[in-house]
């Protein structure tokens, strides 16, 4: 038994995965976790049952404890032996059995000490273990309340979200509850949230919100109980059987060249700052967000190149125009680290969050520019990346054919895929056919 945990204990210490998604096996039965009722003074661990070959009964075997107790809070423990079942399932899979002397992965057999296999458990654990009972028939959801329950979801998503996708699930978890609250006080455990419970809350936060903003708040949910149902802690995602409200997508109109002009001489007068910020937008393609991420030195002017994380979170490599190089101020005297954009100026230090950068300017253009040419909501600084790709590709189109002027755009643009650049092209009506009523003249000589 010593050698499967060993196999456990070093998948974890060497590699965090969710690799567990197989269909399982009749020779033994889902690990489970026991969490002795939320009481932290005694042991937790995770239990499962396998075939014993000699008999061809399930047997219960020796638990799995790893270094889960000592870890003091129940969020803390919980997410760590969620990862030590996940594993054991992973490897029961793959067909490691605890009645057999199991060798490890080929990948995994550097970190062997081979002293370590040759170790035997001390018999009064042995006896210790053996003697646990667990308690099979009562689920760890109904002793878990809702807030500890989605204080475990948060402890899990720390380690793959960014900082702002989880703000955003903490202030929708943080609405959510308050909303049980005040509003369902029969409601204690987590398991005791349905559809229905789910469904008037989303019609809740309707009554004075968009359908997209339900949406975001149904999505953040559904992550939440999909987690939650991963981790056996409820019996299913109630969220997901909630259809998702029908809504208008975001249009950002592009803008007509004279408006362009027009609004680039009255930045040059008024706001140079929120000039430059509009043409790294313009002349990169980068979008706002992404101009707001960078800093001072993500910017190699000697190479002309400026590297950035967009929105798929993988670093990319921008160069830079000598359009928009000659327009970015002398950088060699200030701090790489230091924010490019703020609302202090060029490369300064701040505390303010990302979301908040961007806000303040998206309320900077509007204040000044918006009101001052008595734009449409759909006018946005988003529109100039489209404006500018839209130039682009018409200026490619005199000169090479539909697919090569693609083609070309897409390398500067950095979209992915033909499909997507194609796809952004054509919501923006982009190029129109020429014109056909020499077909249709001819169709009608034909008939008549």
């Known amino acids: 038994m010593f050698n499967f945990n060993f196999i456990i204990s070093t998948a974890y210490e060497s590699a965090y995965g969710n690799a567990y998604d197989l269909p399982l096996k009749k020779q033994f039965s889902k690990p489970k976790i026991y969490n002795a009722n939320g009481d932290l003074t005694k042991r937790w661990y995770v239990y499962f049952s396998y075939r014993d070959p000699s008999t061809g009964k399930l047997m219960r075997q020796t638990p799995f404890y790893g270094n889960a107790n000592t870890y003091k809070t129940k969020e803390e423990r919980m997410a760590v032996l969620t990862i030590y079942k996940n594993i054991i399932l992973k490897y029961l899979n793959e067909g490691y059995s605890p009645y057999e002397d199991n060798e490890l992965k080929e990948s ?10 040759e170790q035997e458990v001390p018999q009064e654990l042995e006896e210790e273990l053996l003697n646990t009972e667990p308690e099979i028939e009562t689920s760890q959801a109904k002793k878990l309340g809702v807030k500890e329950a989605f204080d475990f979801v948060m402890t899990i998503k720390e380690r793959d979200l960014r900082e702002s996708s989880l703000r955003t699930l903490r202030s929708h978890n943080k609405i959510f509850i308050e909303w049980i609250e005040e509003n369902r006080p029969d409601v204690s455990f987590i398991e005791d949230i ?8 989303l019609n809740h936060i309707h009554l004075s919100n968009s359908s997209r903003t339900v949406n975001n708040y149904r999505a953040s949910l559904s992550s939440i109980f999909a987690t939650l149902f991963e981790s056996d802690m ?7 059987k909630i259809r998702k ?32 910020y509009i043409k790294f937008v313009a002349y990169s393609f980068l979008r706002p967000i992404e101009v707001c991420r960078l800093c001072v030195g993500d910017l190699d002017l000697k190479k002309k190149t400026i590297s950035f994380v967009p929105k798929n979170g993988a670093w990319k490599t921008h160069r830079i125009p000598d359009i928009l190089l000659n327009d970015i101020p002398d950088l060699s005297k200030m701090d790489k680290k230091a924010i490019l954009f ?22 900077r253009f509007k204040r000044l520019v918006s009101k001052e040419f008595d734009l449409s909501f759909e006018h946005t600084l988003y529109s100039f990346r ?26 500067i643009t950095g979209h992915t895929s033909m499909q ?3 796809s ?14 020499h077909m249709l003249e001819q169709q009608l000589k034909e008939d008549g």
Do not use: W
């Open 108 to 117: 995994a057999q550097e970190d062997i000490k081979d002293d370590l296999l």
């Open 194 to 201: 349905d559809r229905s419970t789910i469904k008037t809350f």
């Open 234 to 240: 409820v019996p299913s995602n109630c969220v997901e």
């Open 245 to 276: 409200l029908s809504t208008k997508p975001v249009k950002h109109e592009r803008y007509s060249k004279t408006d362009q002009k027009r609004i680039f001489k009255f930045l040059e007068d008024n706001d140079p700052l929120m000039l430059l």
């Open 342 to 363: 703020t609302a202090e100026g060029i490369g300064k230090f701040t505390d303010t969050k990302l979301e908040n950068r961007r806000s303040y300017f998206t309320s």
């Open 386 to 411: 489209h404006t500018f790709i839209t130039m682009l590709y018409k200026e490619h189109r005199k000169s090479h054919a539909p697919f090569e002027a693609k083609s070309r755009v897409m390398h």
């Open 420 to 422: 997507s650049l194609e």
């Open 424 to 437: 952004y092209l054509r919501g923006m009506d982009v190029e129109l056919p020429d014109d056909y009523s």
